[in-house]
């Protein structure tokens, strides 16, 4: 860390430091005998016992006190700040939205990760959790849809807070049927009037459109005059076990809507994908990969952090001591001179 990392962002401020001085030299000096805060009828017994203290002249420390206080209070107005060192970000000029399914047929536990049964929902945060993390470059937004839609976190290069906004979702949260068209209709408003070079959807669902107030195929068609591309994945093992009386029997998933789901895909360029199981669901994000690759060119920037709250507080501290200062010091010599006329009346 150096010095050079330090700048403010209104030095321009600091024109203001003699203005005290100036305002002492300029307004007449005050009655210094209408200063006493506080007035007692036997104050003359403490005249002597203020003239022989000890201590240090009360006038100093006021003006030393006063002097940081107005010192700190201007370096907090000039906004001081820290520049980190200089970060490189690779920017590939591509918006990316991820919708996630999270329909109450999310929960169906047909994934298994090292040997042990985990629900899909489980799977996708595992896998595309991997996905945004080497997706560094693109500005990514996360949409969550179940009965409806909702945008869970708008477009950004912050791949680590996208990461925890989505394993933060819960299955239900956004209604238990499947708002597909919904969806998509949702990633389009967002998307529209941006200028990026390329605008991708990968879109994540189990299951058939069951809810919403717009189609898939007519929301694909908008996206396609967008030149919106969506990839869909169909997320769900080819048979599922269901419990019966005396034991459980494997019947054949038939709740993804392929037939739709590719054409979504076909309207806007793009690919439909079948991940049973989670081998397959990485296989997808790798081949996605390839498919939108990041751009190598990169933009840096240099972190920034405030720090004008730290002299503004010292400001405050020091004003509240200089405040306090005269009334102290006046309990002092009362409690002094309570003390000095007690030994006094003993001897």
């Known amino acids: 860390m150096s010095l050079a990392n330090l700048q403010f962002i209104w030095p321009?401020?600091?024109?203001?430091l003699p203005l005290p001085l100036l305002l002492r030299l300029i307004l007449p000096a005050s009655n210094r005998n209408q200063d006493v805060p506080l007035h007692i009828p036997f104050i003359e017994d403490f005249i002597s016992a203020r003239h022989n203290s000890g201590f240090i002249n009360k006038n100093k420390w006021l003006m030393l006190l006063s002097s940081l206080a107005w010192l700190c209070l201007v370096i907090a107005l000039a906004r001081p700040q820290w520049l980190g060192e200089r970060v490189d970000i690779p920017i590939s000029g591509r918006d990316l939205m991820m919708a996630v399914d999270l329909s109450g047929s999310m929960a169906a536990e047909d994934f298994e990760i090292n040997g042990r049964t985990i629900n899909r929902l489980q799977a996708i945060k595992l896998v595309?959790?991997?996905?945004?993390?080497?997706?560094?470059?693109d500005r990514i937004g996360l949409i969550l849809f179940g009965q409806q839609a909702y945008?869970?976190?708008p477009l950004t290069f912050d791949t680590k807070t996208i990461n925890i906004m989505l394993q933060e979702s819960l299955i239900g949260i956004?209604?238990?049927?499947?708002?597909?068209?919904?969806?998509?209709?949702?990633?389009?408003?967002?998307l529209n009037g941006r200028t990026a070079e390329k605008q991708v959807?990968?879109?994540?669902?189990?299951?058939?459109?069951?809810a919403g107030e717009v189609s898939p195929l007519k929301a694909?068609?908008?996206?396609?005059?967008?030149?919106?591309?969506?990839?869909?994945?169909g997320v769900g093992a080819e048979s599922l076990e269901v419990g019966g009386f005396f034991f459980n029997r494997s019947v054949k998933n038939n709740e993804i809507?392929?037939?739709t789901l590719t054409q979504i895909a076909g309207i806007t360029g793009g690919q439909y994908f079948r991940a049973r199981n989670t081998d397959e669901l990485n296989k997808i994000y790798s081949l996605i990969d390839e498919l939108e690759p990041v751009a190598q060119e990169s933009q840096s920037f240099r972190p920034v952090m405030a720090l004008f709250m730290w002299p503004l507080s010292i400001a405050l501290i020091l004003a509240s001591v200089?405040?306090?200062?005269?009334?102290?010091?006046?309990?002092?010599?009362?409690l002094k001179g309570l003390f000095s006329k007690a030994v006094s009346s003993n001897g």
């Open 174 to 190: 956004a209604g238990k049927a499947t708002a597909i068209g919904d969806a998509i209709g949702l990633a389009i408003k967002r």
């Open 201 to 210: 959807l990968i879109l994540l669902t189990d299951g058939a459109n069951t």
């Open 151 to 153: 945008l869970q976190t």
């Open 322 to 334: 200089i405040a306090l200062l005269p009334l102290t010091s006046q309990l002092l010599l009362i």
């Open 12 to 16: 321009w401020v600091f024109i203001v």
């Open 128 to 137: 595309a959790g991997e996905f945004i993390k080497r997706r560094e470059g």
């Open 257 to 259: 809507d392929e037939k």
């Open 220 to 233: 694909a068609e908008l996206a396609a005059a967008q030149k919106l591309k969506i990839y869909t994945i």
